[in-house]
């Protein structure tokens, strides 16, 4: 059945929840914990007389019930909740980066991935200015000096971050690399090569390669998340803004990110 058919037969409920600031707040804030009406009363910022007919709806549509003088979801509410839930931090995550993914080609991120967006909420713009012209890479020295492992993805190649992540290798943090074929064209050449053959001899080094195009770079340490993507054209990387998530949510989904590219890669060996 085509979804434009389906949201006929259910428009009226689901207006029902996302227009009335009342019902989706009960809903949220039971998703987080149990509550009484006095809580709710305080999450809210609403009188009991506004609340209970909104309450007695959601009971109506068996979404909440209540047990021992707390409401509480249903089975059913806790599917209705985590998708209002979803909505709510995907667009929350669209509006405040709205410039950022507007000029930048976000469809170099996969779609399952896209779908969970809404988890770098918390994360910041870090930008490049007049004043602080090496302000994404200063970020990026901070955030690897710190990781206790890293994983990344490359389409491009500097002597910076190669020298940056070459160090943390030598000290025995556990780096795993994927990078593109013209990455690998790259490392077979000066000043990279010899380098690189020392660094493969260390068993917490790891390098993928794939065997597509990946419009996008990011590390992920325990730590941190960094997140850089090309122009909107899709052929210039952007190496002046990144979006930069310390957050456990955007962790997990850059670890996400990660896993998604290893699936389809090969390890490399150059030794």
């Not at 000096?145 to 943090?173: F, P, W």
């Not at 065997?211 to 960094?226: A, E, H, P, Y």
Request: negative net charge; proline residues 2%; glycine residues 6%.
């Amino acid at each position: 059945m085509d979804i434009l058919d389906i949201y006929e037969d259910v428009q009226k409920d689901v207006q029902a929840i996302y227009r009335s600031r009342l019902q989706a707040q009960i809903l949220l804030s039971l998703y987080v914990d149990n509550n009484t009406l006095a809580k709710l009363r305080e999450v809210t910022g609403s009188t009991s007389q506004a609340l209970l007919p909104k309450i007695r709806i959601l009971e109506s549509n068996k979404l909440i019930e209540s047990v021992e003088h707390e409401y509480r979801l249903t089975a059913l509410g806790k599917i209705v909740a985590s998708r209002v839930a979803d909505s709510v931090m995907t667009m929350g995550t669209v509006l405040q980066h709205k410039e950022f993914w507007q000029s930048h080609y976000m469809e170099a991120i996969p779609q399952p991935l896209l779908e969970s967006i809404g988890s770098l909420y918390d994360s910041k713009i870090v930008s490049d200015t007049n004043v602080e012209i090496f302000n994404v890479y200063n970020h990026f020295l901070d955030m690897i000096k710190k990781a206790g492992h890293i994983y990344g993805i490359t389409a491009i190649m500097s002597s910076g971050h190669a020298d940056i992540l070459g160090e943390k290798i030598h000290e025995g943090i556990p780096v795993k690399l994927i990078v593109t074929k013209s990455v690998v064209e790259e490392l077979k050449q000066q000043p990279y090569i010899e380098e690189f053959h020392q660094l493969q001899k260390l068993p917490n080094f790891q390098v993928f390669m794939v065997d597509n195009d990946i419009n996008l770079g990011f590390t992920v340490t325990d730590k941190c998340l960094s997140l850089g993507l090309y122009k909107s054209d899709g052929v210039t990387y952007d190496t002046t803004t990144d979006l930069f998530g310390y957050d456990e949510n955007a962790i997990n989904w850059g670890e996400k990110l990660f896993e998604y590219y290893l699936h389809d890669a090969v390890e490399l060996d150059l030794i």
